[in-house]
């Protein structure tokens, strides 16, 4: 009976081993997420420029964040992160895209089939908007175009879990701390924003080989 109980040991610690060992010093991450976001601006012109007699507008984004990583050190990772964001209005002639990229770390402490990492992460991007409005006129509606162009660093903290569904394989949910310093060129303005985030990704995590 004691030999019994002694080997399930050995099997359950081998076990647990294995389904940590993608964070073993060597290994790489490779992965991200993917988030379609559709919303409704109640008053568009201050937001958007869309003309003043619009009550609301639909917008829709979407945001790929694909991320990279090497675990230089046991459960340690540093990396980077990329990111593309497509939004537009389909009531308008609007459209903009974003693209970014940062460095990301984070420190996994496992347990079982999951594991608890705290991330820091910072990132430039540049962001490129396109539309047409009208503006009404004597002679009819005149049809004007605006670009604008917008620098934008952000950094962030917080904290996050990931479930090895596989021992290569991880579901992850994060929730953070973000902050954002955004210029804009064509008024010559900054501003500040913060707000809570919140990502669920897919990873795949690929164990040095021995």
Known sequence: MKLNLFTILLISIAAFINAHAQTGKGSFMIGGSVNLQ??????????????????????????????????????????????????WSPDHD??????????????????????????????????????????????????????????????RAGVGITWFVSPNVGIEAIIAYNRTKSSLNIEENTTKTSDLYFNLGLQFYLPKKN
Not at 100 to 119: C, D, L, N, T
């Open 94 to 155: 609007y459209k903009a895209n974003s693209y970014g990229a940062g460095p990301v770390i984070r420190y996994y402490i496992p347990f079982g089939k999951f594991a608890v990492f705290p991330e820091a992460a910072a990132m430039f991007s540049k962001d490129h908007a396109m539309s047409y409005f009208e503006v009404p006129d004597y002679g009819g509606p005149t049809r004007y175009k605006l670009v604008s162009d917008t620098k934008m660093y952000s950094y």
């Open 38 to 87: 559709h919303s409704v601006i109640d008053k568009p012109e201050t937001y958007l420029p869309f003309s003043p007699e619009d009550d609301a507008s639909p917008v829709n984004s979407l945001t790929l964040r694909p991320t990279i990583g090497y675990f230089f050190v046991k459960n340690f990772m540093t990396g980077a992160q990329i990111s593309y964001n497509h939004t």
